[in-house]
């Protein structure tokens, strides 16, 4: 059974940089077709912020194009989000997700995480 496991949320000032890191077991990680990263608000919908393939091909939300970068090791079985020039609508619940046959934002996932808080105060 595949699991997930976010780290590296925290608090941090506007303008800060945050690096998630988001751990894969229970499967050949190497094997999963795409990663990504979703994050949500309370009361919100979930947004979709990035994806990744594997031939590592990359997409991501406007809103943090320019400032957010995904990454994987397939070595480590890892998937990374460095968040750079952080603001406060960025303030959210991070989550990894895997095991989906497209690779889209708006793409349906079948495994995710537990989540990790992101907090930028202004």
């Known amino acids: 059974q595949v699991e997930l496991v976010e780290s590296g949320g925290g608090s941090v000032q506007a303008g800060g940089s945050l690096s998630l890191s988001c751990a894969v077991s229970?499967?050949?990680?190497?094997?999963?077709?795409?990663m990504a990263w979703f994050r949500q608000v309370p009361g919100k919908e979930r947004e979709g912020v990035a994806t990744?393939?594997?031939?590592?091909?990359?997409t991501y939300v406007d809103s943090v194009k320019g400032r957010f970068t995904i990454s994987r090791d397939n070595a480590n079985d890892t998937l990374f989000l460095q968040m750079d020039d952080l603001k406060p609508e960025d303030t959210a619940m991070y989550y990894c997700?895997?095991?989906?046959?497209?690779?889209?934002?708006?793409?349906?996932?079948?495994?995710w995480g537990q989540g990790t808080q992101v907090t930028v105060s202004s």
């Open positions: 997700a895997a095991r989906s046959p497209t690779c889209t934002l708006h793409s349906t996932f079948g495994a």
């Open positions: 229970g499967y050949s990680y190497s094997s999963f077709y795409c």
């Open positions: 990744i393939d594997s031939d590592e091909s990359t």
